[in-house]
């Protein structure tokens, strides 16, 4: 097998047809039955990994079609977590929105919808890599715990180092599952390490009793023990983007601050990092890399302009100053649908940019 990542990856998510949206709404709205719809969602993964097959992508995923957010289903199925309802306008926008709270001990759900939805993808997959994607343990420990007002008034635990510990032993367990499920190549999306860098957010943390700057060494020990106990044929990277809602964006800032401490993590076999526009910085803190793999987020999934290829094979040799070019490989910055309503993109846009990312990439590398 091609070391993962590969050297033209995806992160995950794929823009919803309209006859999955429209069976969702039906649901939603009680006129078609439970069954219903998952044999809708069934039919058009089949045709969306199919689609990805024959692009000749080596990594294929269910486009996450059976989730409303990238990172609330898998988090509302653990134990210990309950969803609520709210308004938001933090991506520039206001719409409905979920979140999460610890409101009972949390463990993982032997149960847990999520193992059956991967079966599904890595029989479809067939021949070809099935990528089982998961929000990190970060984005509890920073949304449903220090940031939760529901979870300030009604603490569930008597310290912090219990929880961090239960968070850590429930991601244990969710590991093993999916490996147990037959996964062999896994990624953790955790956006929250945004927070630490974003002013904005750091003042949110600071005025919640937290210290965003120790947070950053904390956030690094738990993924590292998270990780500690992860089966040695079972590769697992990280994602992250600074937040992805219909093309909007949530963190502002760089990779400096959290760069030493998340580039150390090295039970990661690469990391997925956002490089698709000014905001991104430079690739100064990819400096920081052990001996594994960056995925360069250089195609935008925000925008439907199709890249210049010369521009992105510019862009690949500026990182080399940083990154040995064996260390490199090339994916979009993130998903094309994070939340069920997708980026102001079309299907058309989306296929051509990850044929954008594969034929960039085997003209930059011509091994594995």
């Not at 510019?314 to 490989?329: D, F, G, S, W």
Request: hydrophobic share 35%.
């Amino acid at each position: 097998m091609s070391t993962i990542p590969f050297r033209f990856d995806q992160v995950g998510s794929l823009l919803r047809p309209a006859r999955l949206k429209d069976a969702r709404e039906a649901f939603k709205q009680g006129t078609i039955t439970k069954e219903a719809l998952t044999k809708v969602e069934d039919e058009e993964i089949i045709k969306v990994i199919q689609k990805q097959k024959e692009l000749g992508l080596q990594a294929v995923t269910d486009g996450e079609f059976r989730r409303r957010w990238w990172h609330l289903d898998f988090i509302a199925g653990l134990k210990g977590i309950t969803v609520y309802d709210f308004e938001t306008t933090a991506f520039g926008v206001t719409t409905e929105a979920q979140g999460t709270y610890v409101s009972g001990t949390l463990s993982f759900d032997s149960a847990h919808p999520f193992l059956s939805h991967f079966k599904f993808t890595k029989e479809q997959a067939g021949e070809v890599t099935a990528k089982q994607t998961i929000p990190g343990p970060n984005m509890i420990y920073l949304d449903s715990f220090i940031l939760s007002k529901q979870y300030h008034e009604n603490p569930v635990y008597e310290d912090k180092a219990a929880f961090i510990q239960d968070l850590i032993t429930t991601y244990q367990a969710a590991i093993q599952a999916f490996y147990d499920a037959g996964c062999r190549y896994l990624q953790l999306d955790d956006t929250s390490w945004g927070g630490l860098f974003d002013e904005r957010f750091r003042g949110l943390i600071t005025n919640n009793g937290y210290d965003p700057d120790e947070l950053i060494q904390e956030f690094g020990d738990i993924t590292e023990a998270v990780l500690a106990a992860k089966p040695a044929d079972l590769a697992i990277t990280f994602h992250f983007c600074k937040g992805n809602f219909q093309s909007h964006w949530l963190y502002n800032g760089s990779y400096d601050k959290i760069a030493e401490r998340l580039l150390a993590i090295t039970a990661f076999d690469g990391f997925f990092l956002e490089f698709d526009d000014e905001r991104s910085g430079s690739f100064e803190p990819l400096k920081n890399i052990r001996e594994q793999r960056i995925v360069l987020g250089l195609v935008t999934t925000k925008t439907p302009e199709l890249e210049d290829k010369d521009v992105l094979k510019a862009r690949i040799k500026e990182a080399t100053q940083y990154v040995p070019l064996t260390q490199l490989c090339l994916s979009p910055q993130c998903g094309f649908s994070s939340t069920q309503e997708g980026n102001k993109v079309t299907d058309e846009d989306q296929w051509a940019k990850l044929q954008l990312v594969i034929e960039t990439a085997k003209e930059v590398w011509t091994e594995k």
